[in-house]
């Protein structure tokens, strides 16, 4: 896996964007940039994965710059329900995922 | 869609006995499961990748003979703690993969060795 690089805690403001910043300056031309999260004590969650272009689904969009090195998730109306770890990964070949520390995200009422 | 269980849920068991996870897929094939295990206040980590109808790869530093892993089928994967002991209690977690890249986790499973 590309090496990833995440804040390790952000806070938000409930009904806020939450913009959580990944770096990721080594990773190849033909790797996508993941991104799960995790609250407490539950399995990850897979948010939205992307490669060049910025993607949008119904959880969250990803904003991935030109040159790939770095990328934003963004939950555009943060809830307290969104409060978990953020992990962005960026996988290679074998399906393989490194969860890292991730960013953890508080979103505050 | 892309659902993914596990079961149990949460186990209690004494030393030196097995315990059996099972990780199935809901609603899809998945020619690929893992498994991973996350100790408290830390990450998780990959402990082996499972192929349907071969053995299992382990990570480095996972034992193969205490952790079993058998992919019977397209949506079935079970890992068995052989001989479990408190340094073993942990919360297991499985995921499927159906393709390229992405992977659905199951809610996993919280082993308690007394």
């Known amino acids: 896996d590309a090496k990833t690089t995440q804040p390790p805690s952000m806070d938000c403001a409930e009904g806020r964007a939450a913009n959580l910043p990944c770096n990721h300056s080594?990773?190849?031309?033909?790797?996508?940039v993941y991104w799960y999260r995790q609250i407490h004590s539950q399995g990850p969650q897979y948010i939205i994965h992307?490669?060049?272009n910025n993607e949008t689904n119904e959880m969250a969009s990803l904003i991935i710059t030109e040159d790939r090195k770095s990328s934003t998730l963004i939950l555009p109306h943060a809830t307290l329900r969104d409060t978990a770890v953020y992990y962005c990964?960026?996988?290679?070949?074998?399906?393989?995922?490194?969860f890292g520390t991730g960013t953890r995200l508080t979103v505050i009422p | 869609g892309a659902v993914v269980s596990q079961h149990p849920s949460w186990v209690i068991c004494k030393s030196g006995t097995s315990v059996k996870i099972e990780c199935r897929s809901l609603?899809?094939?998945?020619?690929?499961m893992f498994w991973y295990r996350q100790f408290p206040k830390q990450s998780l980590m990959l402990m082996a990748t499972?192929?349907?109808?071969?053995?299992?790869?382990?990570e480095q530093g996972v034992e193969k003979d205490k952790f079993l892993i058998n992919h019977a089928s397209l949506t079935l994967s079970t890992l068995t703690v052989t001989s479990a002991h408190p340094e073993d209690s942990s919360f297991y977690i499985c995921?499927?993969?159906?393709?390229?890249?992405?992977?659905?986790f199951g809610p996993g499973t919280r082993l308690t060795v007394l």
């Open positions: 995921s499927a993969s159906p393709g390229q890249g992405q992977q659905f």
């Open positions: 080594t990773i190849s031309g033909n790797e996508y």
């Open positions: 609603d899809f094939q998945a020619t690929t």
């Open positions: 499972s192929n349907e109808g071969s053995k299992a790869t382990y």
């Open positions: 990964i960026a996988p290679t070949g074998a399906n393989n995922l490194f």
């Open positions: 992307g490669l060049k």
